[in-house]
């Protein structure tokens, strides 16, 4: 049965790997390093092993499954059915504008035609480019907190603001009326687990940022209870792969991701480390539509979110 044992281990090892990553990542610091790394990492051998196993004439088939099993679980091969939606819901973090002027952000945002515009890091280095940005979107009303900012076409009830412990984020909970109902929609950008910080030796900053973000879920979790009637959505850089414990509670208390249910392909949406970090979730929405832009600007791409 074992003809290939590297081929076995390869296959093992990926679905170890997977394993750990889904049920306890975040859990403790080996396994929160395999919820937060790239996914393509588990990828890299498979060209190898393929090779190997064919000039060797055996485990072929068993290579070819790991193979296929990581890039299932990095979402290449992800896709699902699209049609247009009612809703557009737009997230981007603008890294301040560090990367880009305010017009060209500007122009991405107009472009998108989105009905909800959430951004973050939008304590821009040039305090007037929010202004700049709001004079090119007429007809969209602003709600800010410190260092998010919630643009919108449709009315606004009313809005709320909540500091996330251990930075000096914050998250914006914004009241709107769509289509007769209530719409509760959540503007946050968590904090990033310092996964940098074991290189240097320092597990106990690794441990904080892991605490801190423990927290700063914990802070969702009350404002999705407490949000009251209407259908409720959640938005932003959440720093977060799409794996893990963590994610896992952002979705049971503010519902499926739109990605995973009307999303193509990987949706990286941090391109440089390749992997997925911003998202939309959402309940009582049905996504028709999600797709990542691929336009210059800021570290992140901007995520494009289409509900029926």
């Known amino acids: 049965m074992f ?4 081929a076995w281990a390869y296959l093992l090892f990926v679905a170890l790997v997977w394993a750990l990553g889904e049920a306890v990542g975040e859990r403790r610091w080996p396994t929160l390093l395999l919820a937060y790394a790239p996914p393509l990492l588990w990828l890299l051998p ?10 060797r004439r055996r485990g072929v088939a068993v290579a070819l499954a790991g193979a296929l099993l990581a890039a299932w679980g990095a979402q290449l091969l992800h896709w699902r059915a699209q049609s247009p939606g009612t809703l557009r819901v737009l997230t981007y973090n603008v890294g301040r504008g560090g990367l880009g002027s305010a017009e060209r952000l500007a122009e991405t945002i107009g472009s998108a035609d989105a009905d909800i515009v959430l951004l973050q890091e939008s304590n821009f280095y040039r305090p007037e480019d929010l202004g700049v940005i709001r004079a090119a979107l007429p007809g969209y009303r602003m709600v800010k907190a410190y260092e998010v900012t919630t ?21 914006l909970l914004t009241r709107l009326r769509w289509q007769g109902q209530d719409l509760n929609v959540v503007n946050a950008h968590l904090g990033t687990v310092t996964v940098s910080s074991l290189l240097k030796g ?36 959440l720093n977060t792969p799409p794996r893990g414990q963590l994610y896992r509670r952002m979705q049971t208390a503010f519902g499926p991701d739109a990605h995973d249910l009307a999303g193509r392909g990987p949706g990286w949406t941090f391109p440089s480390l390749k992997v997925r970090i911003d998202h939309v979730l959402s309940r009582d929405l049905t996504p028709t539509r999600t797709q990542v832009l691929n336009v210059p600007g800021s570290d992140h791409l901007p995520l494009l979110v289409e509900y029926r």
Request: charged share 25%; glycine share 8%; no cysteine.
């Open 151 to 171: 643009l919108t076409r449709l009315p606004v009830l009313d809005s709320a603001w909540y500091d996330l412990p251990a930075n000096n984020r914050d998250v």
């Open 46 to 55: 498979a060209p190898f092993v393929l090779l190997w196993t064919l000039a």
């Open 3 to 6: 003809r290939s044992r590297l």
């Open 202 to 237: 320092d597990l106990a900053r690794l441990q904080r940022t892991r605490t801190a973000r423990l927290g700063q879920v914990k802070v969702l979790e009350r404002i999705a209870v407490g949000a009251g009637e209407g259908a409720l959505l959640l938005g932003g850089d």
